[in-house]
Nanobody, 125 residues
Framework: QVQLVESGGGLVQAGGSLRLSCAASGRTVSRYGMGWFRQAPGKEREFVAAISWSGSWRDYADSVKGRFTISRDNAKNTVYLQMNSLKPEDTAVYYC??????????????????WGQGTQVTVSS
């Protein structure tokens, strides 16, 4: 079993930055891909960014390309999401996930085996 805990969310003005962290425990995730998703009220969970186990492959949603950066530190069993130039439409609960069956990256929520509890990001205009 893998437990994931997100942190770093909060309230920020448009144009500001936040750095989300997702710490894994229970077992090492250094051999697994990880990703970030978000869910706004009344909407389905949507893909934000993903990174392979080695960090060699990274994918981003078109809406965040050039503004968000995903990274990981396998020694710390942690994945990060640096969010710059935040917009009000980025407001959502952000979740991190781990997938164990795909070698590179995946943007599909059902491919993920473990999820964190989420952290709220609110961007004011």
């Amino acid at each position: 079993q893998v437990q994931l805990v997100e942190s770093g969310g909060g309230l920020v003005q448009a144009g500001g930055s936040l750095r989300l962290s997702c710490a894994a425990s229970g077992r090492t995730v250094s051999r697994y891909g990880m990703g970030w998703f978000r869910q706004a009220p009344g909407k389905e969970r949507e893909f934000v960014a993903a990174i392979s186990w080695s960090g060699s492959w990274r994918d981003y949603a078109d809406s965040v390309k050039g503004r968000f950066t995903i990274s990981r530190d396998n020694a710390k069993n942690t994945v990060y999401l640096q969010m710059n130039s935040l917009k009000p439409e980025d407001t959502a609960v952000y979740y991190c996930g781990v997938h164990t069956r795909i070698y590179t990256t995946t943007v599909t929520p059902r491919d993920y085996d473990y999820w964190g509890q989420g952290t709220q990001v609110t961007v004011s205009s």
